[in-house]
């Protein structure tokens, strides 16, 4: 029997992911732009790390999400923080050379 428990918004009755795939599919830009944001702050945080000799390049999507909401110039009505989990996924799955760059936990509902 599978541990994950469904959690649906009681307004809509709909899960965070059915949620998430519903804004993405009208708001393509914002997975552009969050794309964008985690190239640039990636590649900014691997220069300063081999400048100190660190260790390695860390990016938070809370973050960029705070970033993307600044610099659109109205905001993105509906960004919710519950997406932020699934946008790493995203970005990770498009990208899986970013792997180490978001921490990710395991997921508790589908």
């Known amino acids: ?17 059915e949620q998430f795939h519903a804004f993405d599919a009208h708001n393509p830009h914002v997975y552009r732009a969050l794309e964008r944001l985690a190239a640039r702050r990636l ?31 109205y905001g993105v009505a509906g960004l ?7 946008y790493a996924r995203r970005l990770i799955e498009d990208h899986p050379h970013w792997a180490g760059a978001f921490e990710l936990r395991r997921r508790r509902a589908a």
């Open 1 to 17: 029997m599978p541990t994950a428990v469904l959690r649906t918004h009681r307004a809509s009755g709909r899960t965070i992911t």
């Open 80 to 86: 919710n923080n519950n997406f932020t989990a699934l």
């Open 43 to 73: 590649a900014a945080r691997r220069l300063a790390a081999r400048r100190l000799a660190a260790g390695a390049a860390r990016v938070s999507l809370k973050d960029l999400f705070e970033d993307l909401r600044r610099h659109l110039p």
